[in-house]
Each structure stands twice: as C-alpha cells, then as structure tokens.
C-alpha cells in the first residue's frame, strides 16, 4: 500500500498569494495516477487534478499539478477567496486507494 | 446532472451491523465501478472499498476486511455497504463516489454523494 505525506498540515496566506502543496509517496506512483481533490466545510471532495497534472472538468487554471514518481506538487497561482479550504492527494493506481493527510490552506 | 445519495446511516451499538445504501441517476451506472469512502469527524479521507462495474473486482481496505462487504444491483442503480461486527473506530460519514473513467481503467473519483453518518457507540 503507498502511504501519501502532505505537506505542510495547515498553509496560513492571504488572498492573491502562491500556494506551495506537497505529497510525497512512501513508493513511486506509477503513470502519474495520482489525484487532488479540495473539500470545503459541510461539503465533499471535489475532484480538481487526476493524472498529476491534468485539470478536471471546470477547474480554474489558476489551479495546476505537477511531479512523477514520488513527489507531486498542487499549486494555486493566485489565492481566491473561495480557493481556502483543505486538499487531499489521492494515489489510484492499484485495486487499494489512499488518500494523503491533507492540507489546510487558511487564511492569513 | 450525475447525483448519489447515501441512505442507511445512524447510531448503532458495537458488534452489530448496518447496511448503507446508494441511489445513483444521471449517468450509465453500470459503465462505471464505485466506491466508499469515509472521513472521520474533523479528520481526513480514507477509502473503504471499491467494486467494479460487474462486480469482478472487489477490494477492501485492511481495516475493513472481512467485517464489511460491497455490492451493488446494476438493475437498480444501487451500490451497497454491508457493515458487520462495527466498532467506534468505524465512526465517521460516509460517502458513495463513482470512477471517473468507464470500466477497466484506473480512476479518481469525479462525483460524490453528500454522505451518510454513521455512529457506532453503546
């Protein structure tokens, strides 16, 4: 099982700042298949990047994913109000799924 | 609009069962496997189990295996979590996600249902 490190637990900014996400995997990643998923208060996850750097459907471009093998990188280019929240990563690449710890991205 | 709708949840003593339901509509279900995930009051997400679109592939997570089982009724748009000899470490909201991609394909998770609460306490 690939176990996925986030980094850092909570990222404190303010609106119109770059946001640095990390996760690292316990074990390469194979064909990128790794997700982000952003999850709001009272709500759930919503899918943002699969394959490591693809966007899902409707996502902002302010919103981009990079990284193979073991370290894999979510940035926002240019926080928005709606944009604080907690991300997870997510590893899809065998029949058991695990997410990562998340990051709290709060405001400064 | 793809839509899943969790059902089945509510408070329940250790060592007895539950069965969570998911209604799913807006999309082809069988084209597509499913999966549960739960997150834990306050804290993160972990996956439960998955299966797919023919019910050919099964998995569980470890802390799941051999307590509870997945399934699902192609005929009624249905995906199902049989939850037996629950513990309070089982507590947590869950929640009915479909595959992104059709059959075969590894895949995220590009629609999720609002969840279902479960609470295992004496």
């Known amino acids: 099982e690939i176990v996925l490190t986030q980094s850092p637990g909570t990222l404190s900014l303010s609106p119109g700042e770059r946001a640095t996400l990390s996760c690292r995997a316990s074990?390469?990643?194979?064909?990128?298949?790794l997700a982000w998923y952003q999850q709001k208060p009272g709500q759930a996850p919503r899918l943002l990047i699969h394959?490591?750097?693809s966007r899902a459907t409707g996502i902002p471009d302010r919103f981009s994913g990079s990284g193979s093998g073991t370290d894999f990188i979510l940035t926002i280019s240019r926080l928005e109000p709606e944009d604080f929240a907690v991300y997870y990563c997510q590893h899809y690449g065998s029949s058991k799924l695990t997410f990562g710890g998340g990051t709290k991205v709060e405001i400064k | 609009e793809v839509q899943l709708v969790e059902s089945g949840g509510g408070l329940v003593q250790p060592g007895r069962s539950l069965r969570l339901s998911c209604a799913a509509s807006g999309f082809t279900f069988d084209d597509y496997a499913m999966h549960w995930v739960r997150q834990t009051p306050g804290k993160g997400l972990e996956w439960v189990s998955g299966i797919s679109w023919n019910s050919g592939s099964i998995a569980y997570a470890d802390s799941v295996k051999g307590r509870f089982t997945i399934s699902r009724d192609n005929a009624k748009n249905s995906l199902y979590l049989q939850m037996n000899s629950l513990r309070a470490e089982d507590t947590a909201l869950y929640y009915c996600?479909?595959?992104?991609?059709?059959?075969?394909?590894?895949?995220?998770?590009?629609?999720w249902g609002q969840g279902t609460l479960v609470t295992v306490s004496s």
């Open positions: 074990q390469s990643v194979r064909s990128s298949y």
């Open positions: 394959g490591a750097s």
């Open positions: 996600a479909k595959d992104k991609y059709v059959s075969g394909s590894y895949s995220p998770f590009d629609n």
